[in-house]
């Protein structure tokens, strides 16, 4: 099965080094004869109809679920419909954790980004102390981060980032992600990436974990050329 690649730009890059990377990997994903999909997620300001001749898709790192509206600091429907964005990510830790995001808003944001059809990314992952106390108080932190998803959603993407593991440096086992992972697909069986720290260094035993389908990542994936390196090594993979 190809695997998926994901970038998520978080609060990086500008609108003009946005449209930079997007032609440098539209180059090489041609060169290469990359034919997977390639998700971008770039920041809101620079989301943009990009010219481009290859399967990259453009997604939306958040958005509010209204189509427009009095939501200060926001954006809706009608703001990405203008660049063609139909996929979001949806439950990132940093939003989650940082925004304060609650489960119940989450879900409501799911449900109604669904309706219209959206390709959701959707994250979730423990933070240390819960994968400290083990295996069953992770299934449980999961399950509820499930809570009021509809997890038969045919556009669904769901990606595994435990928190412990983003823009650290700390990566997670092979066998941590593969008992992980197995533990989720029993619960939802839906395309599963991993995500945190991923890099080209290790992307090849990532992708090679029975049971991954793919990598969301964010750091590695803000130089052009470490993620064309990472395609090259997708490549090699399928
Ligand atoms: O949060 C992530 C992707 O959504 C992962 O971030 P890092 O690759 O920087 O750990």
Known sequence: MSK?????????????????????????????????????????????NFNVKNSIHIG????YP????SFTGEIGVEQLEEFNVKTLLIGHSE???????????????????????????????EPLEVREAGD????????????GIDTSYENLILAYEPVWAIGTGKTATAE??????SMIKEMVDKPLLYGGSVKPQNLAEILAVPGCDGALI?????DAESMISMLEIAKNID
């Open 95 to 125: 939003r989650r954790h940082i925004l304060g995001e609650t489960q119940e808003f989450i879900a409501k944001k799911y449900i109604w980004f669904i309706e219209k059809g959206f390709k959701i990314f959707y994250c979730i992952g």
């Open 60 to 63: 939306a790192q958040n958005a």
């Open 4 to 48: 998926i690649l994901a970038a998520n730009f978080k609060t990086n890059h500008t609108r003009a080094s946005t449209q930079e990377y997007v032609e440098k990997l539209d180059t090489s994903m041609g060169e290469l004869g990359y034919l997977d999909d390639l998700y971008l997620f770039p920041p809101a300001t620079a989301l943009n």
């Open 218 to 222: 964010g750091t590695a994936s803000w």
């Open 176 to 181: 941590l992600i593969e008992r992980t992972h």
């Open 136 to 147: 069953k108080a992770v299934r449980q932190y999961l399950v509820e981060q499930l809570e």
């Open 66 to 69: 209204t189509i427009k509206g």
